[in-house]
């Protein structure tokens, strides 16, 4: 069973109306389970969920679970949501709420859902994301095809972290292999080429996208950018697998 208002979900959104619905972001929904506030003496609505579900075991709500609603919605569940000082003040210690804050997910299949709305649990139906950013940071660029960019900002949605995390894109960048990961895709989030990414010019012309020239007053240089409405990467499906 499910408490909560009628939402309508949408694949390749999230939750019609709602601040936190973008198609690359992992985090579309907060879901947690009752019984884990019961024990915690939480009220439902108190830690920013969005849903709240009853008669799920424990080993079942896990991430790369898929829930199936009766009217045909589906919710895949990505990862555990991290414990913040937005809520401290209804619990002892966060780490009391280790593991309990709710799990964020998907949606991967359209349909509303309301109070008292039954759904059926698959586990391990997906890979569930990782906990860590970092190897979030990683599985979401190796999946930039060729002839496309992202910026920074489309970094953290697919990241599933707030903007405090654009201050960490450029140490993740100076970590990753560029052999092994396309790098040289990923733009500032004015669309401008990246210094300390190696031959990212080149690179990107290579694959067919046009590199302009803009003039930097303050320094007397040219710096390369890409005009963002013709070469960025917008894929809603990327959940689906």
């Known amino acids: 069973m499910v408490e909560l208002k009628?939402?309508?979900?949408?694949?390749g959104h999230g939750i019609e109306g709602d601040i936190n619905a973008d198609p690359i972001s992992p985090r579309q929904v907060l879901i947690v389970r009752y019984e884990d506030i019961l024990d915690l003496s939480i009220k439902p609505g108190e830690l920013r969920e969005n849903i709240v579900v009853t008669g799920i075991e424990f080993d079942n709500f896990i991430p790369g679970s898929l829930l199936n609603f009766e009217s045909g919605a589906a919710i895949r569940l990505t990862f555990h949501c991290e414990p913040c000082k937005r809520i401290v003040h209804l619990v002892e210690s966060l780490k009391s709420i280790q593991g309990k804050r709710g799990i964020l997910g998907v949606v991967i299949k359209s349909?509303?859902?309301?109070?008292?709305?039954?759904?059926?649990v698959?586990?391990?139906?997906?890979l569930a994301l990782?906990?860590?950013?970092?190897?979030r940071f990683l599985n979401f660029i190796i999946k930039i095809p060729s002839g496309k960019i992202v910026t920074y900002q489309q970094i953290i949605k697919g990241m599933g972290v707030d903007n405090s995390y654009l201050r960490a894109i450029p140490?993740?960048?100076?970590k990753t292999s560029a052999a092994d990961y396309p790098v040289h895709r990923i733009l500032d989030s004015k669309g401008h080429l990246i210094n300390y990414v190696n031959q990212q010019k080149n690179k990107?012309?290579?694959e067919g996208v046009r590199v302009l020239s803009e003039a930097d007053l303050l320094s007397?240089?040219?710096k390369?950018?890409?005009d963002i409405k013709y070469y960025l990467w917008e894929d809603d499906t990327i959940y689906l697998e």
């Open 6 to 11: 009628t939402l309508n979900l949408k694949l």
């Open 111 to 120: 349909g509303k859902i309301q109070v008292g709305s039954n759904f059926q």
């Open 122 to 126: 698959q586990a391990n139906k997906f």
């Open 130 to 135: 990782s906990e860590n950013p970092y190897q």
């Open 171 to 174: 140490t993740y960048l100076k």
């Open 204 to 206: 990107l012309e290579n």
């Open 220 to 222: 007397n240089l040219n």
């Open 224 to 226: 390369g950018f890409v």
